[in-house]
């Protein structure tokens, strides 16, 4: 019997989101998916047509957008940038003020579920600007009083991306054909299983009101059906 929950997508534009919004229109428990974002897309499917509404906003000024985040019970963000492509502030404008900012506004608007993807390797206290800005992001989340917050570190995001990323993408063609046919859970997460970890968790009962899911977690997310409990998460309290 579908619970006829509405979602919410910030970053959809992007590789996990597109993946992850896929996943959202074929999965029936879904009534409705709200995604938001600084640009919209055209889309040719009816599925897609019949359950998603986009919303255009401005995130340097998302404050002016309460109303965008309205009417979501579960929030998936997917946003990101890189160092390479929007340089240090603006990476940390978009990793850090837009994915709290999201946040904050989901909370204010009644969002019931969080779910952030956040990175491998994130530590608030480190040295390097990636690691760091994932961790005070999500730090910044753990205390904001969702009833329910899911932090995702996936490894290296398995994809054909559309934008090109030179490096990333050698790097990621040579793990393809060495790395992640030995050990798939090592280093390597491809993105449809991020997709459906973060989508079936949205209906898996009894889990930590703060959890953080590293590679491992998200990979037996993805291979369970809603009702049941994964294995390897930690409390944000436990790390
Ligand atoms: N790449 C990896 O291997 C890897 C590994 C671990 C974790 N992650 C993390 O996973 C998350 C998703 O990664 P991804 O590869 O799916 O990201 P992506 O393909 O680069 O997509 C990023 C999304 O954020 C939006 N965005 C970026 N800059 C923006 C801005 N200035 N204003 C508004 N929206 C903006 C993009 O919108 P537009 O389409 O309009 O640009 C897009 O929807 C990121 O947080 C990333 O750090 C990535």
């Not at 998916?33 to 919303?55: A, H, M, N, P, S």
């Not at 917050?149 to 090109?164: C, G, K, Q």
């Not at 989508?199 to 990979?219: K, M, Q």
Request: proline fraction near 3%; glycine fraction near 8%; hydrophobic fraction near 35%.
């Amino acid at each position: 019997m579908s619970t006829g929950k509405t979602a919410l997508v910030t970053g959809y534009t992007g590789e996990s989101g597109k993946a992850l919004v896929k996943e959202l229109v074929q999965n029936t428990e879904f009534k409705k998916i709200i995604l938001v974002g600084r640009r919209k897309v055209d889309f040719t499917e009816d599925g897609y047509k019949q359950k998603t509404e986009q919303r255009e906003i401005d995130f340097d000024k998302i404050d002016e957008y309460a109303e965008a985040f309205r009417g979501a019970d579960v929030h998936f963000c997917c946003l990101g940038t890189t160092r390479g492509k929007a340089g240090a502030e603006g990476f940390r404008r978009v990793d850090y003020d837009y994915v709290v900012g999201a946040a904050r506004l989901a909370k204010q608007e009644g969002c019931e579920h969080f779910h952030l993807v956040s990175s491998q390797g994130a530590n608030e206290n480190s040295y390097l600007l990636y690691p760091q800005v994932k961790g005070q992001s999500e730090a910044a989340l753990s205390k904001m009083g969702f009833l329910r917050l899911s932090i995702y570190r996936p490894a290296m995001l398995m994809v054909d991306r559309t934008e090109h990323r030179l490096f990333e993408g050698i790097a990621r063609s040579i793990i393809k054909h060495t790395v992640q046919r030995i050990a798939p859970e090592w280093i390597t997460t491809p993105i449809e299983v991020l997709a459906r970890a973060m989508c079936y968790n949205s209906f898996i009962t009894g889990r930590p009101s703060v959890e953080i899911l590293d590679n491992h977690a998200i990979f037996r997310l993805a291979e369970q059906k809603p009702n049941a409990t994964a294995d390897g998460t930690k409390r944000a309290d436990e790390l």
